[in-house]
Structure formats: structure tokens, C-alpha cells
């Protein structure tokens, strides 16, 4: 079972008010999935938002005219959020699979759920999807940083 105290050290919940970490708490579910098991797949409809717990998840994606796949991504730090297909409704599908790739714990926040918190209680909505924003801005500015490293003359062309 989820504790509040894990939650806290995880750092998509840290500064959330602690109100807000047990309405959380009361929705959610601690997953766990041995090496190689596939959490959701490429193209599946959305279902519950994702917090790595302990454990590495590779994100993959299909490579167009092959049966292959590429890892886009790779999921390892505790407190990670992926799956946030999950918050924008059933009509947008994931855009890749996540397969882990070692033992894995999760938190499972089911997005129905999510979506009725949110219009229960307001208040706690613009709070969660704040710190959501503050995270995936934080995950935006770093992947900002990684590109702009890789701008330098014979590595990716920028005119």
C-alpha cells in the first residue's frame, strides 16, 4: 500500500499540500512489474498517470516501414511522471509503449479518477495540475538544454 511518506519523497509530489498528497493517495495504486513486462502499449487508449517508484522503464516508439521499435526515452529517476495521456481525455491515444527494463514499482493514478478529483474539488485540481505544469516545465527546459548541446558544428545542423 501507498504510504503519504513515500509520497513525499517522490518529487512530482513534493510541495503538494498534504491534503492534496491524500486525495492522491486515496485514488491511487502501488504497481509493481518484473523486467520486460509492457505497462501500456503504442496507439493503447489512456489510462492512469504514472510515478516511478523504484526501477528503470524504457519508452519506446514504432519505427515507420519496419516491425522494430527505438527507445525514445528512458524513465529512472524516482518521482518521474509518464503516461499523462491519462489527463487529456480518451481521445488521445499514447503516443509510445513503456516496457521496463528491471523490476519496477509504480504509483497508478487512474485518469477517470484523476478527471474526478479534479471536478470534486477545484481548488485541489489547480493545485495538482500546477505542480504538473511546474514538472513538465522543468522536463521541457532540460530537454531544451540536452538539444541545444547537441548544436555544435558536425553533430545536428541548426540552419
Do not use: C, W
Not at 21 to 49: Q, V
Not at 76 to 93: D, K, M, Q, R, W
Not at 134 to 154: D, F, N, V
Amino acid at each position: 500500500m501507498t504510504s503519504i511518506e513515500n509520497l513525499e519523497n517522490l518529487s512530482f509530489f513534493d510541495g503538494l499540500e498534504p491534503a492534496d498528497r491524500d486525495a492522491l493517495l486515496a485514488i491511487s495504486e502501488r504497481r509493481t512489474y518484473a523486467a520486460g513486462d509492457t505497462i501500456f502499449g503504442e496507439g493503447d487508449g489512456p489510462g492512469s498517470l504514472r510515478v516511478l517508484v523504484s526501477g528503470l522503464v524504457s519508452l519506446r516508439q514504432k519505427l515507420k516501414g519496419s516491425s522494430g521499435d527505438a527507445q525514445m526515452a528512458k524513465v529512472s529517476e524516482p518521482g518521474s511522471v509518464f503516461g499523462i495521456a491519462a489527463l487529456v481525455g480518451e481521445e488521445h491515444l499514447y503516443p509510445h509503449s513503456a516496457v521496463t527494463l528491471e523490476a519496477t514499482e509504480l504509483i497508478e493514478i487512474e485518469g477517470e479518477r484523476l478527471l474526478a478529483l479534479f471536478e470534486a474539488d477545484p481548488a485541489a485540481g489547480v493545485r495538482i495540475l500546477l505542480r504538473f505544469a511546474q514538472y513538465m516545465a522543468a522536463k521541457l527546459s532540460s530537454a531544451r538544454e540536452q538539444i541545444r548541446s547537441r548544436l555544435r558544428p558536425g553533430l545536428i545542423s541548426h540552419g
